[in-house]
């Protein structure tokens, strides 16, 4: 299935686009940024009749994840309600999803259909432009060495004992 990710909150109520789990009751999610995000807060709008999404782990800078991935230890998790208009927004830890490049949504459970379906996943939070860092190649010298220094001028502070 084929997300847009360009979508305004006025495509809430449109019910014609839809993630319909194959299977099972799992749908994930892989999100990148080209920024950094800030992320505040998740809405999910499900299906309704049983099919809405009961619960959802949500991973930060995990890159593309798979089902078998999807295992371990979430950053965060929430209980889902059954929302079919979009009004609940799901408040994540700021200071956890600080600098996200990317971001895993895992629909483990729905309440009780055999399908997920999901109309809309909204993200709220704050963009900033990526760094470009370049490549930064330093020496150091724990102890300088006076052989790997050597220059043609002469130290008149040096003098020998004969």
Request: glycine residues 8%; negative net charge; proline residues 2%.
């Amino acid at each position: 299935a084929v997300v847009s990710t360009q979508s305004t909150g006025e495509e809430r109520s449109d019910r014609t686009k839809l993630v319909e789990s194959d299977a099972d009751e799992e749908l994930l999610f892989n999100f990148s940024f080209t920024g950094s995000v800030k992320l505040k807060g998740i809405i999910v709008i499900g299906g309704g009749e049983d099919s809405s999404p009961a619960h959802l782990k949500v991973f930060k800078n995990s890159s593309p994840m798979t089902f078998d991935d999807a295992g371990r230890c979430a950053d965060q998790e929430f209980d889902l309600q059954d929302d079919k208009d979009g009004v609940l927004e799901y408040q994540t830890r700021v200071a956890k999803f600080n600098n996200c490049e990317s971001l895993t949504l895992y629909f483990d459970r729905n309440f009780g259909a055999d399908e997920t379906r999901i109309y809309y996943i909204g993200l709220r939070g704050e963009f900033s432009e990526a760094q470009k860092r370049g490549v930064v190649l330093c020496n150091y010298e724990s102890a300088p060495q006076l052989k790997d220094h050597k220059t043609d001028t002469k130290d008149y502070n040096f003098h020998g004992v004969s």
